[in-house]
């Protein structure tokens, strides 16, 4: 360690934290209000890391263009917001990889597309704040992720250059995002992916089945 890798950068939900059953029991909340089916976990666990528009498009068939987006949106986010942190944690031996970053003095931070309100109260439950270099949310900046800028701006608040920086996704907007900064990328397969995503086809320098696999590339 360190192999010229200046910081590493994670995308939250599937890559660093696995938020899916509380996302799941928010959707199923709003399901429930309209009188609608639930769905089962697995079945929504690959739509987790697209956020609410994912979410909101497998439950409802909704699409952020349609008339009752935003208002399914707004109620969505409510629900999961009063029961934010009720079983999401790090993926296994995630806890490792930011010890052993940490203790080689490697900073590592988060961007992701999750609003800021609900990003930081989510990392401060969980013990992760502090130990952050940078939370680029959602709505931080006017760009989101495939937009390379919110990457961007988190090296610079991390203080590195994007070319001695890796990010971690499991989606094909991270590794955009990822690539279009000048970034390293890695895809977490363990994250949310669906039987759909084709990884091999999104240009990432690597795939790591296992968190501590991130290790390897530093």
């Known amino acids: 360690m360190h192999n010229g890798t200046q910081a590493v950068l994670f995308d939250l939900d599937g890559t660093l934290l696995d938020t899916g059953r509380d996302m799941g029991s928010a959707l199923n909340r709003l399901l429930e209000k309209y009188g609608r089916s639930t769905i089962p976990y697995a079945r929504i666990r690959p739509n987790v890391s697209h956020g609410a528009a994912g979410l909101l498009k497998l439950g409802f068939g909704t699409d952020t263009g349609d008339a009752v987006y935003d208002a399914l949106r707004l109620q969505f986010l409510d629900y999961y917001e009063q029961d934010?942190?009720?079983?999401?944690?790090?993926?296994?031996?995630?806890?490792?990889?930011?010890?052993?970053?940490?203790?080689?003095?490697?900073?590592?931070?988060?961007?992701?597309?999750?609003?800021?309100?609900?990003?930081?109260?989510?990392?401060?439950?969980?013990?992760?704040?502090?130990?952050?270099?940078?939370?680029?949310?959602?709505?931080?900046?006017?760009?989101?992720?495939?937009?390379?800028?919110?990457?961007?701006?988190?090296?610079?608040?991390?203080?590195?250059?994007?070319?001695?920086?890796?990010?971690?996704?499991?989606?094909?907007g991270d590794i955009d995002a990822g690539r279009s900064a000048g970034m390293k990328t890695l895809i977490a397969t363990f994250g949310y992916l669906s039987a759909e995503d084709d990884p091999g086809d999104w240009g990432a320098d690597g795939m790591i089945e296992h968190p501590q696999e991130i290790l390897n590339w530093i």
């Open 84 to 172: 934010l942190c009720s079983h999401t944690q790090l993926f296994g031996g995630m806890s490792e990889v930011l010890a052993d970053l940490d203790k080689h003095n490697l900073p590592w931070g988060i961007v992701t597309n999750k609003p800021e309100y609900l990003t930081l109260p989510l990392l401060e439950t969980l013990g992760l704040l502090a130990r952050t270099a940078c939370v680029v949310g959602g709505d931080t900046l006017a760009q989101r992720k495939p937009h390379p800028a919110p990457l961007l701006h988190g090296c610079s608040l991390a203080g590195k250059d994007p070319a001695d920086c890796i990010y971690v996704g499991d989606a094909r």
